[in-house]
C-alpha cells in the first residue's frame, strides 16, 4: 500500500510540476470546469428511464460538479445507479480529463470453526484452520481515469493501486463507451438516441449484482461490507450494444472473449461468451421506483473461464475457513464459494429492485450449470439472496439485512449447502465518506468429512471506513 501510495503521489506530483505544460486549450477546459454548478437529478417521471436519475444526497456537491458525460458518479450520488445514464444531466463542454478515487479501509473481528477430519500432508494438518482475530485488514484503493473525448464519447480506464491480492499496482479494466454517433449522418443520430455501444475490457454486464458489490477500494454502493457467496464478476474483452429507450427499456447483447485476460494460445480450448440483458427500469411516480432484469451468460469452451473467480481484489473475510498454511494466492476469496465452471458455464440471473421512498428490495435468483476440465457429468448451483435496505435522517443514515443462500453440486461435494446472513448500517459523514458496520455469519452443511469447509461456520463484525470522489 505504501508503495501504491507513493506511485499516486509521484503521478500527482509530476502532473503538477512546471515540467508538465498544458496547452491553452486545457487550461481553458480546466478552468471551465472548475465553475460549472453541480448537476441537479431529474424529478418525478419527467424523464421515464430511471438510470437517468443519480441517487440524491443531502450534501452540497461541495468537490466538483460532474463534468464527463454518461458516468456514475464515484461517491454518493452513484448508489443506485445500474448501467451507466443513457440521458443524464452533464452538459458537453468540450473535451475534458477527470481524476477519481475510492479508498477503503476494513477492521474484521470474525471467529471460525469447522468438524472436518485430519488430513495430514507432510507432517501438516490441512484441515486445521488458521487462527484469526481482531485486527485490520491491507488497505485497498482504486484510481480511476475519464477521458471526454467528444460529445456522448468518453473513454475509462480503472486501476487498483492496493488489493488484498496484489499490493502492486494493477490494471482493472479500460474501454470506450459511446452514447452519440461519431459520425454526422442523420440516420446514425437517430440510432444513438437510445443505442449506446461500449467496446474494450470491461466489467461484463451480467446480473445486477455487480453493480452493488464492493469493487476493491469502491465500498459506497454496497450497504454491506462482503459480496455475494457466489460473486458473478469478471473484467473480459469484447463489446456490449445497449438498447435503452425513454419508456425505461433495458436491451443488451455482448460477446467478450470468455477470459479475464488477452490470448492467442489453444485456439481447440476456448471459444467467445455471449451475453444477454432484457428488463426495465422506470421512476414510476416521485416515490416509486421499479426495475427487474434478466441475464444470461453462456461459453461453451474454455481454458480457464472466470465468471465466479475474476475477482482480483479478494474477499472482505480474511482467512476464514482457510488451513493454518494458507498464503495470500490461497485465501484470496475466503468466504466465498467458487463452483469450478472452468471449461463451459452457463449462468442465468433474475434481479428485481424496488425503490419506495426510503425502503429498497433487492433480490438475486440464480442458476448456474457447468464443467471444468476432466469433468463428464454437467453439474448445477442455485443461489439466492434477497437486500433489504432503509435509509433514513434524509439519506445520511441508513440500516439493511441480507439473506444469501446456495446449494449445488461442488467439486467433491455433490450436495454442498452455504447460507450467510448479514445485518448492516452505515453513516455519510459527507457526500464522500461512508463509516459502516457489518455483523455477519455464515455456516457449511453437506460438505465432505475431508473437505475443510466441513461443519464449518464464521460469524463477528466487520467496520469499513470508505472514501470516494
Do not use: C
Request: glycine letters at 10%; proline letters at 4%.
Amino acid at each position: 500500500m505504501k508503495r501504491s501510495i507513493f506511485r499516486l503521489m509521484m503521478t500527482f506530483a509530476a502532473v503538477s510540476s512546471p515540467a508538465f505544460r498544458m496547452s491553452a486549450q486545457t487550461e481553458a477546459l480546466v478552468q471551465t470546469a472548475a465553475t460549472i454548478k453541480p448537476s441537479q437529478p431529474l424529478k418525478g417521471d419527467s424523464v421515464p428511464d430511471a438510470a437517468a436519475v443519480p441517487q440524491k444526497t443531502p450534501f452540497a456537491n461541495s468537490l466538483s460538479a460532474l463534468v464527463i458525460q454518461h458516468r456514475r458518479p464515484l461517491d454518493q450520488r452513484g448508489i443506485n445507479v445500474f448501467e451507466a445514464p443513457k440521458r443524464d444531466t452533464v452538459t458537453f463542454r468540450g473535451s475534458r480529463l477527470a481524476w477519481g478515487a475510492a479508498f477503503s479501509q476494513q477492521f474484521q473481528s470474525l471467529a471460525h470453526h469447522n468438524t472436518a477430519e485430519a488430513l495430514v500432508v507432510d507432517g501438516v494438518n490441512r484441515n486445521a484452520l488458521m487462527p484469526i482475530g481482531a485486527g485490520f485488514n491491507n488497505s485497498v484503493a482504486n484510481l480511476y481515469l475519464d477521458a471526454q473525448l467528444s460529445e456522448g464519447i468518453r473513454v475509462t480506464v480503472t486501476t487498483y493501486m492496493s488489493s488484498a491480492r496484489h499490493k502492486e499496482t494493477w490494471v482493472k479494466d479500460g474501454y470506450i463507451l459511446i452514447d452519440k454517433s461519431p459520425i454526422d449522418l442523420p440516420v446514425l443520430n437517430s440510432l444513438m438516441k437510445d443505442m449506446t455501444v461500449r467496446v474494450g475490457q470491461f466489467e461484463t454486464n451480467y446480473g445486477d449484482a455487480h453493480f452493488r458489490r464492493s469493487d476493491n477500494g469502491q465500498g459506497f454502493y454496497n450497504p454491506f461490507i462482503g459480496n455475494l457467496i457466489m460473486d458473478a464478476f469478471t473484467v473480459e474483452i469484447g463489446g456490449e450494444a445497449y438498447y435503452r429507450p425513454t419508456s425505461g427499456l433495458i436491451a443488451m447483447v455482448g460477446i467478450t472473449s470468455g477470459q479475464d485476460e488477452g490470448t492467442v494460445t489453444k485456439p481447440g480450448n476456448r471459444g467467445p461468451a455471449y451475453l444477454a440483458k432484457l428488463g426495465f427500469d422506470r421512476q414510476l411516480s416521485p416515490l416509486l421506483r421499479a426495475r427487474l432484469t434478466g441475464s444470461l451468460y453462456r461459453v461453451a469452451k474454455s481454458p480457464e473461464n472466470v465468471l465466479f473467480a475474476g475477482d482480483r481484489a479478494g474477499s472482505r473475510y480474511q482467512y476464514v475457513l482457510e488451513n493454518n498454511a494458507a498464503d495470500v494466492g490461497v485465501q484470496s476469496w475466503a468466504g466465498s464459494i467458487q463452483p469450478g465452471f472452468g471449461s463451459k458455464v452457463t449462468a442465468a440471473v433474475i434481479n428485481p429492485f424496488i425503490k419506495y421512498g426510503a425502503l429498497e428490495l433487492f433480490g438475486n435468483a440464480e442458476r448456474v450449470t457447468g464443467l471444468d476440465e476432466g469433468e463428464r457429468v454437467v453439474r448445477t448451483v442455485n443461489q439466492y439472496a434477497a437486500d433489504l435496505v432503509y435509509r433514513l435522517w434524509s439519506d445520511r443514515m441508513y440500516v439493511a439485512g441480507r439473506y444469501n443462500s446456495l446449494h449445488g453440486s461442488l467439486p467433491g461435494n455433490d450436495a454442498a449447502r452455504v447460507t450467510r446472513s448479514q445485518l448492516g448500517a452505515g453513516w455519510f459523514v459527507n457526500q464522500n465518506m461512508l463509516l459502516k458496520g457489518e455483523w455477519v455469519r455464515q455456516r457449511y452443511a453437506g460438505f465432505a468429512s475431508t473437505d475443510i469447509r466441513s461443519g464449518g461456520h464464521f460469524q463477528g463484525f466487520m467496520l469499513e471506513a470508505a472514501v470516494g470522489f
